[in-house]
């Protein structure tokens, strides 16, 4: 049943971070003319589908818009029954709009326009440091590393967020967040 305004409810944060005080509304945009109800810790809604952030690559973007993705089914249940904030890099958009159709592409900037409205999407505009990307690129010199991985890497370590949905498992894998912690890769257990 879709969410209208009147019966929206609100939920209030403790004031830890600058954007926490503001009201929240319990319905959020999926895609267009359909709404999501968002689980409020205490709720109804199942424990293990309420994570505060995860850190967003690529290889998710592409697996929710290309239907002929081997990940385009579990992306699409992951973002079902998610119930938090994206964080992602200008770069991780930067190439999953380049590996998307026209057609694809249209759909993933109208969901970024979508999630991003509602405050559900966080895109990293911390000026790149170009020595930290060369430094994680010469300690893992033996895995593939591009440079949204790197960014990916550095949002990690700035955010602290380990949680990470990527189709790239095998580097992630070996990619440490604050150089000793691994990243939790969400969709491995979908």
Same mark, same amino acid.
């Given at each position: 049943?879709?969410?209208?305004r ?5 939920s ?7 954007w926490?005080?503001?009201?929240r ?38 697996? +929710? ?8 089914? #579990? %992306?699409?249940?992951? /973002?079902r @029954?998610?119930?938090?904030?994206? !964080? ?5 958009i930067?190439?999953? +709009?380049?590996?998307l ?5 249209l #759909? %993933?900037l109208d969901? /970024?326009? @979508?999630?991003?409205?509602?405050? !559900? ?5 911390e000026?790149v ?22 960014s ?22 070996v ?16």
């Amino acid at each position: 049943m879709p969410c209208n305004r009147a019966s929206r409810s609100i939920s209030w944060r403790k004031p830890a971070r600058r954007w926490a005080a503001s009201p929240r509304p319990s319905c959020r945009p999926f895609r267009r003319g359909q709404l999501v109800r968002h689980a409020v810790p205490g709720s109804d809604a199942s424990a293990n589908t309420y994570v505060k952030n995860v850190v967003v690559d690529s290889g998710f973007l592409i697996g +929710l818009f290309d239907e002929t993705d081997p990940l385009h089914g #579990r %992306c699409r249940g992951f /973002l079902r @029954d998610y119930r938090g904030r994206f !964080l992602t890099t200008e770069a991780v958009i930067t190439e999953a +709009l380049a590996l998307l159709s026209h057609a694809q592409q249209l #759909r %993933c900037l109208d969901w /970024l326009g @979508d999630a991003a409205q509602a405050k !559900l999407l966080v895109v990293d505009r911390e000026p790149v440091d170009f020595r930290a990307v060369e430094k994680l690129a010469r300690k893992y010199a033996d895995q593939p590393m591009d440079f949204a991985d790197a960014s990916v890497i550095l949002l990690a370590n700035r955010s602290g967020v380990r949680e990470i949905l990527t189709a790239d498992r095998r580097d992630f894998a070996v990619y440490r967040v604050a150089g000793r912690v691994r990243f939790i890769d969400v969709l491995a257990g979908e």
